[in-house]
């Protein structure tokens, strides 16, 4: 459990405790976080933007369903390595081989950690093998 303070139009404060694990009422996934819409929201949605840093269009904003779908469709991407449009990557992506492809499409096809700068699967050009190419 976490806590959220806020504060009342009246100068008062007020300190609510919230399970960050529990379903964004938007979303779905879990509210991480309080926002300023509450403990029930999480930030992202409180600011209409998907965890990826994409904005919600008109059909996603009022289409829950829609919204819910777009979400989870977001994590996935992630979890299978792709790089959310609202970050950079960490890596030394100019001189590994893949590179080009985390921030030209989004994702490292060799599974590399855009996140990390001492990334495991860093490979120059001249490092690849012919084995590896086919």
């Keep these: 459990m976490k806590e959220a303070t806020y504060t009342m139009l009246d ?7 919230y399970d960050e694990n529990a379903p ?4 779905g996934l879990p509210v991480v976080s309080a926002s300023m819409g509450g403990t029930d929201i999480c930030s992202w949605c409180d ?26 469709e977001i994590v996935e991407k992630v979890k299978k390595g792709w790089m959310p449009e609202n970050q950079q990557p960490k890596c030394d992506y100019v001189h590994c081989m893949a590179g ?16 990390n700068k001492k990334c495991p699967q860093f490979k120059r050009d001249e490092e690849i093998t012919d084995k590896e190419i086919k």
């Design 11 to 17: 100068g008062s404060r007020k300190t609510f405790k």
């Design 24 to 27: 964004c009422r938007s979303c």
């Design 47 to 72: 600011c209409g933007v998907f965890r990826d840093g994409t904005k919600m269009d008109y059909d996603e904003l009022t289409n829950e369903s829609l919204r819910k779908k777009r979400a989870k």
């Design 100 to 115: 080009m492809g985390l921030v030209g499409g989004g994702r490292c096809f060799l599974k590399g950690e855009w996140w």
